[in-house]
Protein backbone atom coordinates (compact mmCIF):
# COMPACT_ATOMS: atom_id res chain seq x y z
CA UNK A 1 0.00 0.00 0.00
CA UNK A 2 2.81 2.69 0.82
CA UNK A 3 4.52 1.25 -2.24
CA UNK A 4 1.64 2.37 -4.40
CA UNK A 5 1.17 5.59 -2.68
CA UNK A 6 4.85 6.56 -3.32
CA UNK A 7 4.32 5.37 -7.18
CA UNK A 8 1.22 7.76 -7.67
CA UNK A 9 2.96 10.24 -5.53
CA UNK A 10 6.39 9.78 -8.08
CA UNK A 11 3.38 10.18 -10.83
CA UNK A 12 1.74 13.51 -9.70
CA UNK A 13 5.22 15.00 -9.62
CA UNK A 14 6.67 14.12 -12.65
CA UNK A 15 3.49 15.00 -14.27
CA UNK A 16 3.72 18.33 -12.79
CA UNK A 17 7.21 18.75 -14.23
CA UNK A 18 5.98 18.02 -17.12
CA UNK A 19 3.26 20.77 -16.68
CA UNK A 20 5.72 23.10 -15.62
CA UNK A 21 8.42 22.32 -18.81
CA UNK A 22 5.95 22.66 -21.00
CA UNK A 23 4.13 25.86 -19.47
CA UNK A 24 8.08 27.50 -19.50
CA UNK A 25 8.78 26.40 -23.50
CA UNK A 26 5.65 27.79 -24.38
CA UNK A 27 6.06 31.22 -22.65
CA UNK A 28 9.66 31.09 -23.67
CA UNK A 29 8.17 30.71 -27.06
CA UNK A 30 5.85 33.76 -26.78
CA UNK A 31 8.18 35.87 -25.65
CA UNK A 32 10.18 35.64 -28.85
CA UNK A 33 14.05 34.13 -29.24
CA UNK A 34 14.27 31.71 -32.39
CA UNK A 35 10.25 31.54 -32.53
CA UNK A 36 8.27 30.05 -35.23
CA UNK A 37 5.53 31.32 -36.97
CA UNK A 38 2.91 30.71 -34.58
CA UNK A 39 -0.64 28.95 -35.17
CA UNK A 40 -2.07 31.29 -33.75
CA UNK A 41 -1.22 34.37 -35.49
CA UNK A 42 -3.40 37.16 -37.63
CA UNK A 43 -4.23 37.40 -41.71
CA UNK A 44 -3.54 40.78 -42.67
CA UNK A 45 -4.79 42.38 -46.01
CA UNK A 46 -3.63 45.62 -47.77
CA UNK A 47 -4.09 46.85 -51.19
CA UNK A 48 -0.14 47.90 -52.05
CA UNK A 49 3.20 45.83 -51.87
CA UNK A 50 4.99 49.47 -49.85
CA UNK A 51 1.98 48.60 -47.09
CA UNK A 52 2.98 44.88 -46.85
CA UNK A 53 6.14 46.05 -45.34
CA UNK A 54 5.35 48.05 -43.07
CA UNK A 55 2.76 45.08 -42.02
CA UNK A 56 5.64 42.29 -41.75
CA UNK A 57 8.01 45.06 -39.92
CA UNK A 58 5.51 45.78 -37.56
CA UNK A 59 3.69 41.98 -37.15
CA UNK A 60 6.71 40.62 -37.00
CA UNK A 61 6.26 36.98 -37.78
CA UNK A 62 2.77 36.74 -35.79
CA UNK A 63 1.32 38.00 -38.89
CA UNK A 64 0.63 36.63 -42.78
CA UNK A 65 -0.19 39.31 -45.23
CA UNK A 66 -2.30 39.58 -48.37
CA UNK A 67 -1.89 41.91 -50.88
CA UNK A 68 -3.83 42.96 -53.31
CA UNK A 69 -2.36 44.57 -56.20
CA UNK A 70 0.78 42.77 -56.50
CA UNK A 71 4.03 44.48 -57.77
CA UNK A 72 4.20 45.60 -61.11
CA UNK A 73 0.11 46.42 -61.17
CA UNK A 74 -1.36 50.00 -61.65
CA UNK A 75 -3.49 50.32 -58.79
CA UNK A 76 -5.94 52.82 -60.25
CA UNK A 77 -7.38 50.16 -62.26
CA UNK A 78 -6.08 46.43 -61.16
CA UNK A 79 -8.38 44.08 -60.66
CA UNK A 80 -7.51 41.46 -58.16
CA UNK A 81 -7.89 37.40 -58.81
CA UNK A 82 -11.35 36.10 -57.27
CA UNK A 83 -8.94 33.24 -55.46
CA UNK A 84 -6.92 36.10 -53.76
CA UNK A 85 -10.40 38.07 -52.68
CA UNK A 86 -11.47 34.84 -51.34
CA UNK A 87 -8.06 34.81 -49.04
CA UNK A 88 -9.09 38.45 -48.28
CA UNK A 89 -11.94 37.18 -47.20
CA UNK A 90 -10.47 35.13 -44.67
CA UNK A 91 -8.25 37.55 -42.87
CA UNK A 92 -8.46 39.19 -39.66
CA UNK A 93 -8.12 42.32 -40.32
CA UNK A 94 -7.77 44.89 -43.69
CA UNK A 95 -5.44 48.24 -43.73
CA UNK A 96 -6.51 50.20 -46.64
CA UNK A 97 -4.67 53.00 -48.13
CA UNK A 98 -8.30 55.02 -47.46
CA UNK A 99 -7.67 57.64 -50.51
CA UNK A 100 -10.87 57.25 -52.00
CA UNK A 101 -8.99 57.70 -55.39
CA UNK A 102 -8.32 54.06 -54.96
CA UNK A 103 -11.89 52.68 -56.70
CA UNK A 104 -10.46 49.61 -56.65
CA UNK A 105 -9.74 49.66 -53.12
CA UNK A 106 -13.64 50.93 -52.09
CA UNK A 107 -14.77 48.37 -54.43
CA UNK A 108 -12.63 45.33 -53.15
CA UNK A 109 -13.20 46.32 -49.33
CA UNK A 110 -17.35 46.54 -49.73
CA UNK A 111 -17.14 43.69 -51.04
CA UNK A 112 -14.95 41.90 -48.53
CA UNK A 113 -17.20 43.10 -46.09
CA UNK A 114 -20.08 41.21 -47.80
CA UNK A 115 -18.28 38.13 -47.82
CA UNK A 116 -16.54 38.31 -43.98
CA UNK A 117 -18.70 41.21 -41.83
CA UNK A 118 -16.60 40.53 -39.03
CA UNK A 119 -13.34 41.91 -41.01
CA UNK A 120 -11.72 44.62 -39.23
CA UNK A 121 -11.01 47.46 -41.63
CA UNK A 122 -8.71 50.11 -40.73
CA UNK A 123 -7.77 53.49 -42.60
CA UNK A 124 -3.92 53.99 -42.71
CA UNK A 125 -4.12 57.29 -44.05
CA UNK A 126 -6.38 58.54 -40.53
CA UNK A 127 -4.59 61.69 -39.77
CA UNK A 128 -2.78 62.68 -42.88
CA UNK A 129 -3.20 65.87 -44.40
CA UNK A 130 -4.46 65.47 -47.74
CA UNK A 131 -3.32 67.03 -50.89
CA UNK A 132 -5.64 67.55 -53.39
CA UNK A 133 -5.04 67.28 -57.49
CA UNK A 134 -6.49 71.19 -57.88
CA UNK A 135 -4.61 72.20 -54.92
CA UNK A 136 -7.77 72.65 -52.40
CA UNK A 137 -9.28 71.84 -49.16
CA UNK A 138 -7.83 69.25 -46.35
CA UNK A 139 -9.78 67.25 -43.69
CA UNK A 140 -9.46 64.42 -40.85
CA UNK A 141 -11.88 62.60 -39.00
CA UNK A 142 -14.56 60.28 -40.06
CA UNK A 143 -14.94 58.66 -43.55
CA UNK A 144 -17.36 57.19 -45.69
CA UNK A 145 -16.76 54.46 -47.32
CA UNK A 146 -20.41 54.18 -50.07
CA UNK A 147 -22.90 53.59 -47.44
CA UNK A 148 -20.83 52.06 -44.24
CA UNK A 149 -19.18 54.30 -41.88
CA UNK A 150 -15.63 53.16 -41.66
CA UNK A 151 -13.26 54.89 -39.25
CA UNK A 152 -10.77 56.86 -41.34
CA UNK A 153 -9.87 60.10 -43.22
CA UNK A 154 -12.51 62.22 -44.25
CA UNK A 155 -11.55 63.00 -48.36
CA UNK A 156 -13.81 66.32 -48.42
CA UNK A 157 -16.06 66.67 -51.59
CA UNK A 158 -13.62 65.77 -53.98
CA UNK A 159 -10.82 62.89 -54.34
CA UNK A 160 -7.45 63.26 -52.97
CA UNK A 161 -4.60 62.89 -54.49
CA UNK A 162 -3.92 58.76 -53.51
CA UNK A 163 -0.18 58.73 -53.60
CA UNK A 164 0.25 59.49 -50.11
CA UNK A 165 3.02 56.18 -49.25
CA UNK A 166 5.44 58.14 -51.66
CA UNK A 167 5.78 60.81 -48.27
CA UNK A 168 8.29 58.97 -45.83
CA UNK A 169 6.39 62.07 -43.12
CA UNK A 170 3.26 60.18 -44.48
CA UNK A 171 4.15 56.41 -43.72
CA UNK A 172 5.16 57.09 -40.35
CA UNK A 173 1.73 58.06 -39.74
CA UNK A 174 0.49 55.46 -41.76
CA UNK A 175 2.66 52.89 -39.78
CA UNK A 176 1.56 54.15 -36.49
CA UNK A 177 -2.51 53.31 -37.97
CA UNK A 178 -1.24 50.27 -38.65
CA UNK A 179 0.35 49.64 -35.36
CA UNK A 180 -2.84 50.49 -33.71
CA UNK A 181 -5.02 48.10 -36.18
CA UNK A 182 -2.59 45.33 -35.28
CA UNK A 183 -3.20 45.77 -31.35
CA UNK A 184 -6.77 45.98 -32.34
CA UNK A 185 -6.76 42.51 -33.76
CA UNK A 186 -4.23 40.83 -31.63
CA UNK A 187 -3.97 42.69 -28.22
CA UNK A 188 -2.07 40.31 -26.23
CA UNK A 189 1.05 41.53 -28.84
CA UNK A 190 0.77 44.96 -27.94
CA UNK A 191 4.11 45.65 -26.72
CA UNK A 192 5.96 43.84 -29.52
CA UNK A 193 3.73 45.98 -32.11
CA UNK A 194 4.47 48.69 -30.19
CA UNK A 195 8.52 48.45 -30.13
CA UNK A 196 8.64 46.77 -33.69
CA UNK A 197 6.77 50.24 -34.92
CA UNK A 198 9.45 52.81 -32.81
CA UNK A 199 11.89 50.99 -34.96
CA UNK A 200 10.45 50.84 -38.30
CA UNK A 201 8.89 54.61 -37.50
CA UNK A 202 12.73 55.73 -36.29
CA UNK A 203 14.08 54.33 -39.44
CA UNK A 204 11.63 56.34 -41.99
CA UNK A 205 12.83 59.19 -39.82
CA UNK A 206 16.40 58.33 -40.46
CA UNK A 207 15.97 58.84 -44.26
CA UNK A 208 13.57 61.46 -44.23
CA UNK A 209 16.34 63.51 -42.55
CA UNK A 210 19.16 62.15 -45.17
CA UNK A 211 16.87 63.00 -47.83
CA UNK A 212 15.74 66.36 -46.74
CA UNK A 213 19.63 67.05 -46.20
CA UNK A 214 20.36 66.12 -49.19
CA UNK A 215 17.88 68.44 -51.25
CA UNK A 216 18.44 71.23 -49.06
CA UNK A 217 21.99 71.39 -50.21
CA UNK A 218 21.52 70.92 -54.11
CA UNK A 219 18.79 73.43 -54.66
CA UNK A 220 16.91 71.30 -56.82
CA UNK A 221 15.50 72.59 -60.28
CA UNK A 222 12.19 71.54 -61.91
CA UNK A 223 11.10 67.44 -61.97
CA UNK A 224 9.46 66.02 -65.19
CA UNK A 225 7.49 62.80 -64.43
CA UNK A 226 4.96 60.99 -66.73
CA UNK A 227 2.62 60.20 -63.80
CA UNK A 228 1.39 62.88 -61.08
CA UNK A 229 2.32 60.47 -57.84
CA UNK A 230 5.32 62.76 -56.53
CA UNK A 231 2.90 65.77 -54.85
CA UNK A 232 3.54 64.63 -51.15
CA UNK A 233 7.37 64.16 -51.93
CA UNK A 234 7.58 67.29 -53.79
CA UNK A 235 5.97 68.66 -50.34
CA UNK A 236 8.65 67.12 -47.92
CA UNK A 237 11.33 68.22 -49.66
CA UNK A 238 10.06 71.67 -51.75
CA UNK A 239 10.45 70.52 -55.26
CA UNK A 240 9.54 71.36 -58.17
CA UNK A 241 7.38 68.21 -60.28
CA UNK A 242 5.51 68.36 -63.49
CA UNK A 243 3.73 65.54 -64.47
CA UNK A 244 2.97 64.44 -68.18
CA UNK A 245 0.05 62.79 -67.25
CA UNK A 246 -2.62 64.49 -64.92
CA UNK A 247 -5.35 62.77 -63.57
CA UNK A 248 -5.08 59.89 -65.66
CA UNK A 249 -5.66 61.79 -68.96
CA UNK A 250 -3.18 61.05 -71.55
CA UNK A 251 -1.34 64.23 -72.98
CA UNK A 252 -2.48 65.45 -76.39
CA UNK A 253 0.11 66.68 -79.43
CA UNK A 254 0.13 69.66 -78.37
CA UNK A 255 0.76 68.77 -74.08
CA UNK A 256 3.60 67.17 -75.95
CA UNK A 257 4.87 69.77 -77.48
CA UNK A 258 4.67 71.89 -74.46
CA UNK A 259 6.53 69.99 -72.51
CA UNK A 260 9.45 69.31 -74.81
CA UNK A 261 9.90 73.42 -74.54
CA UNK A 262 9.37 73.70 -70.93
CA UNK A 263 12.23 70.95 -71.03
CA UNK A 264 14.54 72.72 -72.98
CA UNK A 265 13.87 75.96 -71.21
CA UNK A 266 14.64 74.25 -67.67
CA UNK A 267 17.91 72.35 -68.86
CA UNK A 268 15.90 69.03 -67.87
CA UNK A 269 18.16 65.44 -69.45
CA UNK A 270 15.73 63.50 -67.99
CA UNK A 271 12.16 62.20 -68.19
CA UNK A 272 10.95 60.02 -65.38
CA UNK A 273 8.31 57.28 -66.05
CA UNK A 274 6.69 54.62 -64.16
CA UNK A 275 7.13 50.57 -63.88
CA UNK A 276 3.26 49.93 -64.12
CA UNK A 277 2.88 51.95 -67.48
CA UNK A 278 3.89 52.54 -71.01
CA UNK A 279 6.87 55.29 -71.39
CA UNK A 280 5.96 56.22 -75.25
CA UNK A 281 5.83 60.12 -74.31
CA UNK A 282 9.03 60.16 -71.99
CA UNK A 283 10.78 58.64 -74.73
CA UNK A 284 9.22 60.94 -77.57
CA UNK A 285 10.19 63.85 -75.37
CA UNK A 286 13.49 62.41 -74.11
CA UNK A 287 14.26 62.15 -78.03
CA UNK A 288 13.36 65.63 -78.74
CA UNK A 289 15.58 67.23 -75.71
CA UNK A 290 18.12 64.36 -76.23
CA UNK A 291 17.45 62.94 -72.56
CA UNK A 292 17.10 59.76 -71.51
CA UNK A 293 14.23 58.06 -69.59
CA UNK A 294 14.60 56.63 -65.77
CA UNK A 295 12.42 54.30 -64.78
CA UNK A 296 10.97 54.41 -61.13
CA UNK A 297 8.69 51.98 -59.15
CA UNK A 298 6.37 53.61 -56.44
CA UNK A 299 4.99 50.70 -55.39
CA UNK A 300 8.14 48.58 -54.99
CA UNK A 301 7.56 46.18 -52.41
CA UNK A 302 11.18 47.15 -50.79
CA UNK A 303 9.44 50.22 -49.66
CA UNK A 304 12.10 52.06 -47.53
CA UNK A 305 14.95 50.98 -49.45
CA UNK A 306 13.14 52.05 -52.91
CA UNK A 307 12.20 55.55 -51.27
CA UNK A 308 16.03 55.61 -51.24
CA UNK A 309 16.70 54.59 -54.69
CA UNK A 310 14.09 57.07 -56.34
CA UNK A 311 15.50 60.15 -54.01
CA UNK A 312 18.83 59.04 -55.03
CA UNK A 313 17.36 59.18 -58.74
CA UNK A 314 16.06 62.61 -58.24
CA UNK A 315 19.02 64.25 -56.91
CA UNK A 316 20.93 62.76 -59.18
CA UNK A 317 19.12 64.72 -62.45
CA UNK A 318 18.11 67.70 -60.60
ZN1 LIG B 1 -0.68 56.49 -59.25
Not at 147 to 176: C, F, K, T, Y
Not at 198 to 209: F, H, I, K, V
Not at 234 to 246: N, P
Request: hydrophobic share 40%; net charge negative.
Amino acid sequence: MQRICTATKRRIAYSTLVIVVLAMTMTAGCTGIDRNPPKDGISVAVTIPPQAEMVREIGGDRVDVVVMVPPGSDPHTYEPEPALVAKAAKADLYVTIGTGLLPVEDALVARLKAMNPGLLVVDSSNGITYLYPSGENEGTGIGFLGEMPVEGNDRGPQSPDPHIWLSLRNAGIMAENTRDALIRADPAYENEYREHCDNYTSRLQDLDRRINATFSRSHPGMILVTHQAWDYFARDYHLDFVAIEKEGKEPTVKDLASFILLARSHGIRVVFSEAQESSREAETIAGEIGGTVRVLDPLAGDYLANMERVAEAFAEEV
